[in-house]
């Protein structure tokens, strides 16, 4: 089955600054890559995803890069705030598939 | 109006009872599902239905037994608890079947056995 790793685990910026997390997946017969984005005690939100037939989607100060080849995709935030930080997860799933498979999550922490 | 909404939030209870977990969803998808979360946050699928079908059941002890009386709720029945339960247990929905849809979660249940 698919298996997707996430780096890194924990992840502290200053604020205003980017940062940029990682996830590389397993199937190449994966084209759905969601970012779940969970604030502290609360639920799990879609922030953005993106489709194996383009290599970048943005919304505003997210933006989410694909490469196929590599089988890797990354989230990068830009100007970070401190609403920012939050665990993230990444996923990966195969169209037509039942199932969904997320990433282990990385802690985003943005210093004041 | 909350999306979908589970209940209780919060569960303490002893190894060896059973408890259960409710959910619904207003709004108006196919499909629910419920996924655990453990202390390092791993976010683990458990259950699936579709339409009340059961379309993805995980390795998952079958102390766990989930039943859909209709599309919009998935409840979540535990037996003889164990200590390795304790967890946040999310249920969640989508508007079709497949693995590229949107998840809307609930706010989460958090499960602590003593």
Request: net charge neutral; hydrophobic share 30%.
């Amino acid at each position: 089955g698919e298996n997707v790793e996430q780096h890194p685990s924990t992840l502290s910026v200053q604020e205003g600054d980017s940062a940029v997390i990682k996830c590389t997946y397993s199937d190449s017969a994966s084209n759905y890559f969601p970012w779940y984005k969970q604030e502290l005690g609360k639920r799990p939100q879609l922030i953005i995803d993106i489709r194996s037939n383009v290599g970048e989607k943005k919304d505003q100060r997210i933006a989410v890069t694909l490469n196929k080849t590599a089988k890797h995709f990354s989230l990068h935030i830009t100007e970070t705030q401190p609403e920012d930080s939050a665990v993230y997860f990444c996923a990966a799933s195969i169209y037509g598939n039942e199932k969904l498979t997320f990433g282990t999550g990385t802690r985003l922490t943005i210093i004041p | 109006d909350t999306a979908v909404s589970q209940t209780p939030k919060y569960l303490v209870t002893q190894m060896g009872n059973d408890k259960s977990i409710k959910c619904e969803q207003n709004l108006g998808h196919d499909t629910m599902y419920w996924y655990k979360q453990d202390s390092k946050k791993f976010l683990k699928i458990m259950f699936s239905y579709n339409n009340k079908e059961l379309i993805i059941n995980e390795t998952v002890p079958n102390r766990f037994s989930p039943k859909s009386p209709d599309k919009a709720h998935l409840n979540l029945h535990i037996n003889s608890l164990e200590l390795g339960d304790s967890a946040v247990y999310f249920c969640a929905s989508s508007q079709g079947r497949g693995a590229n849809e949107k998840l809307f979660f609930g706010s989460g249940t958090q499960l602590s056995v003593l």
